[in-house]
């Protein structure tokens, strides 16, 4: 991202798509606030109130936003769509990039320091989890297995593809039983989606050139509405 194509280094950044959503600013990559919710039914109506608190606690306004960054997925359909859809709004009406965020990568990155690779797992309902690998790279995660939608059994041979890593397992949301693992593989229960790594990847994303326009970022739902 180059200095044209934002009006200031304030960043504002949420994900939605889990149970406990989390929104944060920080003006050039220094520490943020974030505030945490939950996104029962109603939440809808928290995003944008959320936002004004934030901006007026590090005395900013929307005017001052120079990008914008979201969770697009997978998670909730409900609070994937929310999410993505007000950041595409604002972006537009603000005329600044948008990027879109993984929201198993932010999960890993909420969860993985001191790992070698992270297998992150969200429950997707209906004995299905969203599942995806990510190992350590100079500037981040990068990505070893992609985000799907797997059935229990598929979870596990993920799992035991990776075991020989030092992998941990890191569950962002669980319902029933978890999918069986290699006794080598620590697993982290009901980790929850941390500010400071939305802000950490979000800014990894902009300074690498690879924000877009609000239309080139889309929800990933994986599967059909429940």
Same mark, same amino acid.
């Given at each position: 991202?180059?200095?044209?194509?934002?009006?200031?280094g304030?960043?504002?950044?949420?994900?939605?798509?889990?149970?406990?959503?989390?929104?944060?600013?920080?003006?050039?990559?220094?520490?943020?606030?974030?505030?945490?919710?939950?996104?029962?039914?109603?939440?809808?109506?928290?995003?944008?109130?959320?936002?004004?608190?934030?901006?007026?606690?590090?005395?900013?306004? !929307?005017?001052?936003? &120079?990008?914008?960054?979201?969770?697009?997925?997978?998670?909730?359909?409900?609070?994937?769509?929310?999410?993505v859809?007000?950041?595409?709004?604002?972006?537009?009406?603000?005329g600044? !990039?948008?990027?879109?965020?993984?929201?198993?990568?932010?999960?890993?990155?909420?969860a993985?320091?001191?790992?070698?690779?992270?297998?992150?797992?969200?429950?997707?309902?209906?004995?299905?989890?969203?599942?995806?690998?990510? &190992?350590?790279?100079?500037?981040?995660?990068?990505?070893?297995e992609?985000?799907?939608?797997?059935?229990?059994?598929?979870?596990?041979?993920?799992?035991?593809?990776?075991?020989?890593? &030092?992998?941990?397992?890191v569950?962002?949301?669980?319902?029933?039983?978890?999918?069986?693992?290699?006794?080598?593989?620590?697993?982290?229960?009901?980790?929850?989606?941390?500010?400071?790594?939305?802000?950490?990847?979000?800014?990894?994303?902009?300074?690498?050139?690879?924000?877009?326009?609000?239309?080139?970022?889309? !929800?990933?739902?994986?599967?059909?509405?429940?």
């Open positions: 991202m180059t200095d044209a194509e934002t009006r200031s304030l960043l504002v950044a949420w994900d939605t798509c889990t149970s406990h959503a989390v929104i944060a600013a920080a003006v050039d990559g220094r520490s943020g606030v974030e505030r945490i919710f939950r996104t029962e039914k109603g939440h809808t109506g928290s995003l944008l109130p959320l936002l004004e608190e934030i901006l007026g606690e590090i005395g900013a306004a !929307p005017r001052d936003i &120079g990008a914008v960054a979201c969770g697009v997925g997978p998670g909730g359909y409900t609070g994937v769509k929310v999410g859809t007000t950041a595409k709004a604002l972006s537009l009406a603000l600044v !990039p948008l990027v879109g965020l993984s929201t198993l990568e932010l999960l890993a990155a909420s993985s320091a001191g790992t070698e690779a992270v297998l992150t797992l969200m429950d997707a309902k209906q004995g299905l989890w969203y599942a995806a690998v990510y &190992g350590h790279a100079a500037d981040g995660l990068s990505m070893l992609p985000p799907s939608c797997a059935t229990a059994d598929a979870v596990s041979a993920i799992a035991g593809r990776h075991a020989g890593r &030092g992998l941990v397992a569950v962002g949301e669980a319902g029933g039983s978890l999918p069986a693992f290699p006794s080598e593989v620590d697993v982290v229960e009901e980790v929850r989606l941390k500010g400071a790594a939305l802000l950490a990847v979000a800014n990894r994303e902009l300074w690498s050139g690879r924000a877009s326009d609000a239309f080139a970022v889309q !929800p990933v739902y994986l599967k059909k509405a429940v």
